[in-house]
């Protein structure tokens, strides 16, 4: 089946520093892959999102790149702020059988501290 | 609306009563998911309605949880005599099929505490 693993949290940074948070997945067929993001007290928003190998996908400084040879989809991020402070869920949804049923990573807290 | 809705936004109950929760998709979305977020288990894929199609219950834990999708928009979410297992945020989305690998926009979702 499909899965998708996520590095544990929580991450605390210092503003400014750089991002990375580790996603790998398991599926079968040709997943397209997100990250999710949830703000204190907030639902889940989709942050970017990549449907084909190589493809990148960015928003609000975040970016990530759909690596099929590594199975990853890590999320980057050059500076943070404190206003990042959350929690990220990769997640995929591979089309078999039809409807697009996200399977999600566990979640990754951040914390930016100042 | 302009996003998903769901309600109500917190629901506490007794084991072993029935509550009913609410989604209201995106006008003009006609795909709608239902997915469970919990401490123990995370984010888990619920049931999914299609249009007219037959839903996809594939997610459903136990047959205390039913769904159901009227007139193709609002959806409701059944659960009967809940156990304390249950509780945890009851998440909606909806998304309009047809394009590439369609974005799915969540509610605010529904938390629910059984004593």
């Known amino acids: 089946g499909n899965s998708v693993t996520q590095m544990e949290g929580p991450v605390t940074l210092s503003e400014e520093a750089f991002l990375t948070i580790n996603c790998t997945y398991t599926?079968?067929?040709?997943?397209?892959l997100f990250w999710y993001v949830q703000y204190p007290g907030e639902g889940l928003q989709l942050l970017l999102k990549a449907t084909k190998a190589d493809d990148k996908g960015s928003n609000k400084g975040f970016e990530a790149t759909y690596r099929k040879e590594t199975t990853s989809f890590h999320l980057e991020k050059g500076s943070v702020q404190v206003s990042d402070s959350a929690v990220y869920f990769c997640?995929?949804?591979?089309?078999?059988?039809?409807?697009?049923?996200?399977?999600f990573g566990t979640g990754t807290q951040l914390k930016v501290e100042l | 609306g302009a996003g998903v809705s769901q309600s109500p936004s917190n629901k506490v109950t007794e084991k072993g009563k029935d509550v009913e929760l609410r989604c209201d998709p995106i006008s003009g979305h006609t795909a709608l998911y239902w997915y469970r977020q919990s401490l123990g288990q995370g984010l888990e894929f619920l049931i999914y309605f299609q249009g007219n199609s037959a839903p996809d219950k594939s997610g459903l834990p136990s047959d205390r949880f039913s769904a159901e999708r009227t007139g193709g928009s609002v959806s409701t979410l059944t659960i009967q005599r809940t156990q304390q297992e249950d509780s945890a945020v009851y998440l909606c989305?909806?998304?309009?099929?047809?394009?590439?690998?369609?974005?799915?926009?969540f509610g605010p979702g529904t938390r629910l505490l059984v004593l």
């Open positions: 989305a909806s998304s309009f099929p047809g394009t590439s690998r369609e974005t799915q926009y």
């Open positions: 599926a079968t067929g040709y997943p397209s």
């Open positions: 997640a995929l949804s591979a089309a078999a059988g039809g409807g697009n049923k996200l399977t």
